[in-house]
Structure formats: structure tokens, C-alpha cells
């Protein structure tokens, strides 16, 4: 991608490489590209490549009165990829990485990859609470990117500390909203979210994800509308719009309790010759960062 140069114009992106500079760091990146047990055929491995070029699309330049660049209140590292993270040895890895991070980075975004990362990037930011942005409720049995609230409620992360916010109707079935109710996990449906609105929704999920402990942020593009997540292979008519995820990312990323994030589901294979879905994951990046930087 060849893109223009303007020195009064830095481009979003363009990050300190972890390993070579020391820290502590407000934002570390790490890309995890899992793919092999999704339950669609997913290129979504391409992902944390594409978005990293995505990002240099933008400027980390907030708007405002005066306006804010980020890379001026906020130290953001890139940690490189976990390069094989399916599997019992890849999550591993993937875990360890993210808790070796954590030691001098106060907020990690994994950049995916399939929704299985959740399971392990959580883990690894030893997170007590979990708040998903997602069309699904992710408790299928097995291992896949259907089933990380599944196997992280089975690990012991408490489910009365589980929020998630997107549930859509036609995208799951009744066993497993049965199953979320027996456990206790928080729902907010989309069509709650299109009564009540983004602000009230954001504020439920953190009150029940929150309390004493850290908060993991699941961030599946896949809760969005199709026509704005074309790249995610579960995305479906009628979820959120592109300006809704981004302000639900940006004031959950803003409480101090978050510690890790991943963005997950882009197949950027599939997307559209606009990139628009990897452009969309790569605003989240961002939103993640804006959220970071309220918290100063």
C-alpha cells in the first residue's frame, strides 16, 4: 500500500517494536491469528497483518478543543505476533506471551484471529470479569471460536461477572440461551441496545464485569451489520452500526479496570475491495487507545 507522506499528517501505526524499546507502556499490540477451529472456512489468520496496514489509514489525532494526538499522551508498543496460536501449545503460548506483556503494558489488544483467542488472551491478563461485544453467546461445547465463554466459565472465571452485549435473534439457538441463563451471564440483547441505547448497555456490562477485579473485553466484529462487516463470516443484517461498536469500544476501554482486549472474527480474505471490515477492526484499535488515553 503506498500511501502519501505529510509530516504535519503522522499516520496512526507506526508503534514502537516491544522488544526494542523498554517500557512501561500505556498499549501493547499483539497479533494472534488463530484460524484452524473456526466453524466457517475463515482466512482470518491474514487479519492482524491487514489491520496493522489499515491503521496507517488514519491519524491517532482525537478532535477536540485543543485537539489530542495519542502518540502524545500514550506510550503504544506492537509485541509482533504469536505465530501459531490454535491448539493446546498455541494457546499456551498465547496465554504466556500476553501475561509476559502485561508486566509492563497496562492494556493488551490482540489483534485476531478467530473468537478462540478470547479463551487464552483472557487468561493470560488474568481477568476476572469479561464483557463480550458479540452477536453470539460463544458456549458451544467442544474447542472452536464458538465455545471461549464456554471454557473460560469451566476454568472458573465467574459467570455472574459475564456481560455480553449484541445477542441477536436468528444467530443462536435456545439450548444455548438456556445455558446462559443457568449460569447467570448478564444478556443484553440488540434489541435491548436498540431500546435502552449504547450508553445504558455499556454501563450495565461494567457494573456486573466489574467490581474488585480486571475486566477482558471480547470485541467479535461479527455483532456489527453486514453491510459494515461484509469481512466477518457470521455477521448478519440488522446488528450494529459501525459508529455504535466504536462508541460501545471507546467508553468500555475508558474504565480503568480494563486490562485486555482482543478484536476478533475479520476474515480479511473475505472482505470487500474496500477493506471496509478491516478498516472497521482497525477504528477499534483506536477506540481501544482514545479509551486508554480518558483514563489520563
Request: proline share 5%.
Amino acid at each position: 500500500m503506498t500511501l502519501s507522506h505529510d509530516e504535519h499528517w503522522p499516520r496512526a501505526g507506526e508503534w514502537d517494536r516491544f522488544d526494542d524499546a523498554p517500557g512501561p507502556w500505556d498499549a501493547a499490540l499483539l497479533g494472534a491469528p488463530a484460524f484452524r477451529t473456526s466453524l466457517s472456512p475463515t482466512g482470518a489468520h491474514a487479519t492482524p497483518a491487514a489491520v496493522r496496514d489499515a491503521l496507517r489509514r488514519y491519524s491517532a489525532t482525537l478532535m477536540g478543543n485543543p485537539p489530542v494526538d495519542l502518540n502524545d499522551v500514550l506510550r503504544i508498543a506492537d509485541a509482533g505476533d504469536v505465530s501459531s496460536p490454535d491448539g493446546t501449545d498455541g494457546e499456551a503460548s498465547l496465554r504466556d506471551r500476553v501475561r509476559e506483556l502485561r508486566r509492563s503494558a497496562e492494556l493488551i489488544i490482540a489483534l485476531g484471529g478467530d473468537n478462540s483467542i478470547t479463551y487464552a488472551v483472557a487468561q493470560g491478563a488474568q481477568a476476572r470479569g469479561l464483557i463480550t461485544l458479540d452477536a453470539h453467546f460463544d458456549l458451544r461445547d467442544g474447542v472452536s471460536n464458538g465455545s471461549p465463554v464456554r471454557r473460560l466459565v469451566e476454568d472458573g472465571l465467574d459467570p455472574h461477572r459475564i456481560a455480553q452485549i449484541g445477542i441477536a435473534d436468528f444467530a443462536n439457538s435456545a439450548a444455548y440461551a438456556r445455558r446462559a441463563a443457568d449460569l447467570g451471564i448478564t444478556v443484553i440483547t440488540l434489541d435491548e441496545v436498540r431500546r435502552e441505547g449504547i450508553d445504558a448497555a455499556v454501563a450495565k456490562a461494567l457494573e456486573v464485569a466489574g467490581g474488585r477485579g480486571s475486566i477482558h473485553l471480547d470485541i467479535d466484529v461479527d455483532v456489527c451489520d453486514r453491510s459494515v462487516a461484509p469481512g466477518c463470516p457470521a455477521s448478519v443484517p440488522g446488528g450494529l452500526a459501525a459508529w455504535e461498536l466504536r462508541t460501545a469500544v471507546r467508553a468500555i476501554a475508558s474504565d480503568a479496570r480494563v486490562v485486555s482486549a482482543d478484536i476478533v472474527e475479520v476474515d480479511a480474505t473475505a472482505d470487500t475491495p474496500d477493506a471496509r471490515t478491516v478498516r472497521l477492526a482497525a477504528l477499534c484499535v483506536l477506540e481501544l487507545l482514545a479509551g486508554k488515553a480518558a483514563q489520563k
